[in-house]
C-alpha cells in the first residue's frame, strides 16, 4: 500500500488561512482512493492506525514543514477514547508542534462521544502543549451546541450539508454568535458554490473549505509500499 498525505485549503474568499490534512491510498495503477474506501478491518488496516501513520508522515512533511498557515488534522474517535493510542498521538503532535512553523490544529471528531468532564480535561491538556482544537462537522452526532459551549475551542468547523436536513438555521447563527463572543473561528466545510450565498454572507468573518475554492493536492510524503 502506498499512502500518501493531501491538503485541501481553508479560505477567505480572497485569502488562504489554512490547509487541512488527509490521506490518500494510491493503488498501482495510479486510483487514488478516500479512507473509507481503504480503511477496512479485512485489509488489517483501522482508523486508529491511519491516524499513527498520517501523524508520521506529517511530522516529515517538508510541505507542511515550509507552509506559512496552520495544519488541521483529524483524529478518529477510535483513537481518541483509547487513553494508550491518544497519548500516543499527542507524542506525535507535540513532535509536529515543533517540526512545522505556524499552528497545529487538531480536529475532535464528531463520532467521538465523552462526557463533559473528560473532553474539557483532553482539551485543556492539549492547548498546555500548544496545540490547538477544532469542534470537527459540527451539526452531526456529538459535535452539538453542547459540546460548543461546554470547552474553549480555537476553531469550530461547521459541516454544512447538515443544512439539507434543517427546518430552520436558528441553529448555525447561534452557534456564530457563540463563537464570536467566545473568539472562536468559524469554518463553513463542504461548501461547493462558486460565490457566496445569502447564508455565507450572513456569517461574516467566517472561513470557507470546499471543492468551490480548493481541491485535496496530493504533497509528496509516500509512506512507502508493500
Known amino acids: 500500500m502506498t499512502l500518501k498525505l493531501a491538503v485541501q485549503g481553508l479560505h477567505t474568499w480572497s485569502t488562504l488561512q489554512g490547509y487541512e490534512v488527509i490521506a ?6 495510479g486510483e487514488i482512493l478516500v479512507p473509507h474506501q481503504f480503511v477496512l478491518p479485512e485489509r488489517g488496516l483501522s482508523w486508529s492506525e ?26 478518529s474517535a477510535a483513537t481518541l477514547r ?11 503532535l507535540r ?7 505556524n499552528d497545529v490544529v487538531l480536529e475532535v471528531s464528531e463520532k ?37 459551549k461546554s470547552v474553549h475551542w480555537d476553531y469550530c468547523k461547521v459541516d454544512l450539508t447538515a443544512l439539507k436536513s434543517s427546518k430552520n438555521l436558528d441553529w448555525l447563527h447561534e452557534a456564530y454568535e457563540y463563537c464570536k463572543s467566545d473568539g472562536v473561528q468559524m469554518v463553513l466545510e463542504r461548501y ?5 450565498c445569502e447564508v455565507i454572507k450572513s456569517l461574516k468573518g467566517a472561513w470557507i473549505q470546499g471543492f468551490s475554492l480548493s ?12
Open 50 to 75: 491511519l491516524d499513527r501513520l498520517v501523524l508520521g508522515l506529517a511530522n516529515t512533511s517538508n510541505f507542511l514543514k515550509n507552509t506559512s498557515v496552520p495544519i488541521f488534522i483529524n483524529l
Open 215 to 226: 481541491k485535496p493536492v496530493l504533497i509528496d510524503t509516500p509512506a512507502g509500499s508493500n
Open 82 to 92: 483509547n487513553e494508550i493510542l491518544l497519548e500516543r498521538a499527542i507524542n506525535q
Open 24 to 29: 490518500r491510498k494510491v493503488e498501482p495503477e
Open 192 to 196: 461547493e458554490q462558486p460565490r457566496p
Open 112 to 148: 467521538y462521544h465523552a462526557t463533559t468532564e473528560v473532553m474539557v480535561d483532553q482539551v485543556t491538556h492539549l492547548r498546555s502543549l500548544g496545540i490547538k482544537v477544532a469542534i470537527d462537522d459540527f451539526g452531526y452526532e456529538y459535535s452539538d451546541f453542547e459540546r460548543l
Open 95 to 101: 513532535v509536529l508542534r515543533e517540526w512545522v512553523s
